[in-house]
């Protein structure tokens, strides 16, 4: 594991400064960071980023995946000397990250146009529930809101239960995808084309709203209102989850006629191939149900490894729906290794997601977990804007750091 220094990633060089908080804007300049990107976390001098209380028990370890490979200040963005400070850094920054309600930084004389007026190059990520625009505009929202707003909540579930939202961040996580996406188009367009700095202007449901599919289209050409549908697909059939003997899961998807005698032969379930309830995908859409319960009834007399087993031999599409624990031992994340040991000022080391999506030629690294909060002010005070010690008491003091 290399140090902060000693780290060269495809974005070796980029500085980021972080002013958000929580969830979509962190996870943003974490993948920034995890490919080289030198990026400042910024955090209330008391409070410090409300993810340090998203906690399974009382520790601070969400906080610790979403802000590895960072540096670590408090600053207080409310103080005069601390707006000045961020002005001071967003100088030689090559990007800023934000999520607070449109107008906010402007209030407070460090908005896009403020910064950019003493650094033309500067890119601003702005991440808001509704956007920069539009009525809803300022409001307030979340990533939950986001979810349903996006239409992604209404088609999740069962057909005589509730809408359902996702069991984690969809709405933050796609965000921050689309987010760290964008970053890159601007620094490519800066670079390729000597082109000036621009903000990114990005609401929270907007990513998640492409991302659920032909819902738009559907609807705009044949009126069609996708309802819940439990585990199912409009579209491709079977596909589902189905319990094992051993009280596991596995998901089937065969929406293909080849796919689907794969499932069949492998599941001992041939017959269903002389069904003319299920000799198309639309017939085996229209009678799904009857078509589950036979896949269930196979499954359920079968231990998970004798389902991945046949499921192997046939080349059937079908895999573990696993937990987290299940994950931790599988040989494929093992040898993928997409659970990485990472260094840690208070655990000694943290096992959390490794870097996606994997460059042969300059990939990703975790130097760290996130830190302590303000571990890094006397490296960012004192080194990159050159405070003294007495400085930084008196900003200390006046509340700013």
Do not use: C
């Amino acid at each position: 594991m290399s140090s902060d220094a000693d780290r060269r990633g495809p974005l070796h060089g980029v500085r980021v400064l972080d002013l958000s908080n929580v969830l979509a804007g962190p996870m943003t300049a974490m993948y920034l960071g995890d490919f080289g990107a030198d990026v400042i976390k910024v955090e209330h001098p008391e409070r410090g980023d409300e993810l340090r209380r998203y906690a399974a028990g009382e520790e601070e370890l969400f906080f610790k995946l979403i802000n590895r490979n960072k540096k670590t200040i408090t600053l207080n963005l409310k103080n005069e000397k601390g707006q000045e400070l961020i002005r001071r850094l967003a100088r030689d920054s090559d990007v800023v990250v934000e999520n607070f309600r449109p107008g906010t930084l402007e209030r407070w004389g460090i908005g896009f146009e403020e910064l950019r007026a003493e650094n033309p190059g500067l890119i601003m990520v702005r991440i808001t529930a509704y956007g920069q625009t539009g009525p809803l505009s300022s409001q307030p929202g979340f990533g939950t809101l986001a979810e349903a707003f996006a239409g992604a909540a209404y088609i999740s579930g069962y057909p005589d239960r509730p809408p359902l939202l996702p069991a984690f961040g969809l709405g933050d996580a796609s965000t921050a995808i689309h987010a760290a996406f964008a970053v890159m188009l601007a620094l490519y367009e800066r670079v390729a084309n000597d082109g000036d700095g621009q903000f990114i202007d990005l609401a929270l449901y907007e990513g998640l709203f492409t991302l659920i599919g032909p819902h738009a289209v559907d609807y705009d050409q044949l009126g069609v209102v996708q309802e819940r549908l439990g585990g199912h697909l409009p579209f491709l059939s079977p596909r589902n989850t189905f319990r094992t003997a051993d009280d596991a899961w596995i998901a089937v998807s065969g929406g293909t006629q080849n796919t689907f005698e794969r499932v069949a032969h492998a599941l001992g379930l041939s017959d269903l191939l002389e069904d003319e309830r299920f000799a198309t995908n639309q017939l085996r859409i229209a009678n799904v149900d009857a078509l589950d319960e036979a896949i269930q009834e196979a499954v359920g007399q079968l231990q998970l490894a004798e389902v991945l087993a046949r499921a192997r031999e046939f080349e059937a599409p079908i895999g573990p729906a696993y937990n987290i624990g299940q994950i931790f031992e599988d040989e494929q994340y093992a040898a993928r290794e997409n659970l990485v040991s990472v260094e840690d000022d208070r655990f000694g080391s943290i096992r959390m997601q490794n870097v996606v999506p994997r460059l042969s030629g300059t990939p990703g690294e975790i130097a760290h977990a996130g830190k302590a909060i303000g571990a890094d002010n006397r490296e960012v005070y004192g080194g990159r804007l050159g405070l003294s010690d007495a400085e930084m008491r008196e900003l200390a003091g006046d509340g700013a750091i």
